[in-house]
């Protein structure tokens, strides 16, 4: 177990419901796409969340995302001050990039971003692999990180918005088969990432080139 402070708290959806976290760097290492158990002072009996790490192993902080809810956990997150403790277990997690060059497609659901940014991040920054990211939110005011994801663009990370409460998204799938994609990964609410590996096997995908990361605790 860890001990970090707190260096700060920001909204990173428009319509203030999901916050990142930013906390001293703890770990000594991890990769990108792991997640850690956080723990804080309250009186749920489960005193942690797990939370995927949105930063890099190389940032001078250590940083994750959650939605806002009024569960106890969350509503001692929110009430965090910079210097105040908290407690890390961690790095966790095989949810990873491939260790040689590829193609890769994303598929996050609102704040399965949270893996993925940690990951786009890196790719970005080592020009390692080609990335396409399908994101999915009911709308833009909602989906957290969008501007930063935006700005994030090149000639590595292709960024494909789909505001919608639907997941008609076949012909998207059928282009990136077309593109040569070899891996696919799917991250977010156990409902949702069910459904898209379901439409990625249906679709031929071959399981073993599809990764997950299911969010539970969220409503399955
Ligand atoms: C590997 C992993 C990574 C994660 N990364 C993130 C992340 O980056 N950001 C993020 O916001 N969340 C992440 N989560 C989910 C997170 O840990 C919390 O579970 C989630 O945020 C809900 O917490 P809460 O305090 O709002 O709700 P809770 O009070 O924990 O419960 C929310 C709802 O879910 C129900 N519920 C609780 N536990 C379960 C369960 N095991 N099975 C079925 N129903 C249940 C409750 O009854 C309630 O209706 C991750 C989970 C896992 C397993």
Redesign the pocket.
Known sequence: MYTARVLGRRYVTRARDTVEVRVTRCLSSYIPGQ?VRVYIECNDP?RF????ITSLPEDEHLS????V?D????RAAMMLKPMDEVSIRGP??LFLLPEEHARVAMLAHG?GI??FMSMIRHVVKTRMHEVALLYINHDRDHAPYIDELEHLVCSNFRLFEFFSNSLDIKEWIGDMQGDGIERWYISGEPRYVRAVRQLLVASGIDTARISV????????
Not at 49 to 52: I, L, T, V, Y
Not at 64 to 67: H, K, L, S, V, Y
């Open positions: 997640y489960k969340r797990e939370m995927n994750f995302a959650f939605r809810s569960s106890i956990w969350k966790y997690g704040i949270t893996p990361e299911e969010f539970s605790g969220y409503c399955p």
